[in-house]
């Protein structure tokens, strides 16, 4: 069992409404004064002052589902880092794999937005993992080797520095279907060992948590597991009893 601090997020993706959010904020609120993990939630952007300004006396803080990398300008439809800091935003999810794969974000533009979160002072939270194909053709490890060397070779290691990363095998997420403890304790280990051979410093401060399908059945099981440090929920955030015994887990 990792000995850091937990880490377990929850990302709402295109979900949420003011009634909703309330609700779900006011219950999390008060079923995790307590808890001793560090407890994040990433709502859609739209609804960051409300998640700050219901949040603001809880422990409970507060992320944001995607950024640009670029200070301000002629980019429509786009936030930066500026304005989402307004908001009381601590940390960026980067890289998730639905970004990656239904709307074209590359290892490239990853390294981007990765390089500006840590510049703006705010954690990122950067995502890793492969396709059922990928991994059934034994390239997992390939796969996120390229995913992390890129950044790292790009902005350099220091980057990760206060960084979270998210393995989140693509084929578990939104289908029900999960790694298994052992799976998943495996690719956790490997993220560490790719981080090893530029920094050991740093691969004892990253924090590497799973995001594949994480619910209250098999939390315990995945967080018994000695490389897994957390996890990054997607629907099961959604429901403040499930969450709260992640959270709590």
């Not at 079923?31 to 001793?36: R, V």
């Not at 670029?70 to 439809?77: C, D, L, N, R, Y």
């Not at 220091?158 to 298994?180: C, L, M």
């Not at 315990?220 to 959604?238: H, Q, T, Y």
């Amino acid at each position: 069992m990792s000995q850091k601090r937990r880490f377990v997020a929850g990302n709402w993706k295109m979900n949420g409404s003011l009634a909703t959010n309330r609700a779900l904020l006011n219950d999390l609120s008060d079923s995790l004064k307590d808890a001793t993990a560090e407890v994040v939630v990433f709502p859609p952007s739209i609804y960051l002052q409300q998640v700050s300004t219901i949040l603001e006396d809880s422990n409970i803080k507060v992320g944001v589902q995607n950024i640009s990398p670029e200070p301000k300008g002629a980019f429509t439809g786009e936030i930066s880092l500026a304005m989402v800091k307004e908001f009381g935003c601590e940390y960026v999810l980067i890289g998730h794999s639905e970004r990656r794969t239904l709307f074209g974000e590359t290892d490239a533009d990853v390294a981007r937005k990765m390089k500006a979160t840590v510049e703006a002072g705010l954690t990122p939270v950067i995502c890793v993992g492969e396709t059922l194909s990928e991994r059934e053709n034994g390239q997992t490890e390939a796969v996120i080797a390229t995913q992390l060397t890129s950044v790292i070779d790009t902005i350099g290691i220091d980057a990760f520095n206060n960084a979270i990363i998210a393995y989140e095998p693509v084929w578990a997420i939104g289908t029900g279907k999960t790694a298994t403890p052992e799976e998943a304790d495996a690719v956790h280990d490997f993220i560490h060992c790719t981080l090893m051979k530029y920094s050991d410093k740093i691969c004892d401060l990253v924090r590497v948590v799973y995001g594949g399908s994480v619910n209250a059945s098999n939390v315990e099981s995945l967080f018994a597991k000695e490389n897994i440090d957390g996890a990054l929920v997607g629907g099961a955030s959604l429901e403040a009893e499930g969450f709260t015994k992640i959270a709590l887990a």
